[in-house]
């Protein structure tokens, strides 16, 4: 079956960190560009970070640049998204997703929560 | 950054009814852009990709349109399970979606 499955989320207090995991299946992920993509509460989607199939390449929205960072682990068919100096802001559901032919999104997690509050 | 805007934020409509929603973008993205139905609770979904193209899977009642600076997603039938929140998404640059267009029932 084809999916990915996030997992990681919870309560962290601001200046915190949390790292997420995103665990892919049914499809060859090493072939992949892969990508974290937020939800704040009752809000729209904010993309978030990207990273090429090799790790070689990484791109990460203004908002959240020198706080997260994105790594995988092709053997283990995993996506990350270390995230510090948590700030309020950055209560999202925060989704993986893999690249389609271009950059549109063709699989999505469930999402997993992370909500940054003292 | 490429800002994206979609109108309306709410529509009402039918069962049956013909739903058109437009998303403009602040400058020529060609046809880099693509369509997602989000239900509560719930991941979005792909519908439509370079403006156009119908995702595998998808229901042909719905189609895409536009490029440039002004898109169309299109329900040709409203169906039950089409009452969602509808976002476009612009690959152009650095992804940007859209703030969402509510689909309610009338």
């Known amino acids: 079956q084809v999916q990915l499955v996030e997992s990681g989320g919870g309560l962290v207090k601001p200046g915190g960190s949390l790292r997420l995991s995103c665990a892919a299946s049914?499809?060859?992920?090493?072939?992949?560009?892969m990508s974290w993509i937020r939800q704040a509460p009752g809000k729209g989607l904010e993309w978030v970070s990207n990273?090429?199939?090799?790790?070689?390449?990484?791109n990460y929205a203004d908002s959240v640049k020198g706080r997260f960072t994105i790594s995988r682990d092709n053997a283990k068919n995993s996506l990350y998204l270390q995230m510090n100096s948590l700030r309020a802001e950055d209560t999202a559901v925060y989704y993986c997703?893999?690249?389609?032919?271009?950059?549109?999104?063709?699989?999505w997690g469930r999402g997993t929560l992370v909500t940054v509050s003292s | 950054d490429i800002q994206m805007t979609q109108s309306p934020s709410t529509l009402s409509a039918s069962v049956g009814d013909r739903v058109t929603i437009t998303c403009r973008a602040s400058?020529?993205?060609?046809?880099?852009l693509a369509w997602y139905q989000q239900k509560p609770g719930k991941a979005p979904k792909l519908l439509i990709y370079?403006?156009?193209s119908l995702e595998s899977g998808v229901p042909s009642r719905f189609s895409g349109s536009g490029s440039g600076t002004e898109f169309t997603l299109t329900i040709s039938s409203l169906q039950p399970a089409d009452f969602a929140t509808y976002y476009c998404?612009?690959?152009?640059?650095?992804?940007?979606f859209g703030q969402g267009t509510k689909v309610e029932i009338k």
């Open positions: 997703a893999r690249k389609g032919l271009e950059w549109y999104f063709d699989l």
């Open positions: 370079d403006a156009s």
């Open positions: 400058q020529s993205i060609r046809t880099w």
């Open positions: 998404q612009q690959y152009s640059g650095f992804s940007t």
């Open positions: 990273i090429s199939s090799s790790s070689s390449y990484t």
């Open positions: 049914g499809f060859t992920f090493s072939d992949y560009y």
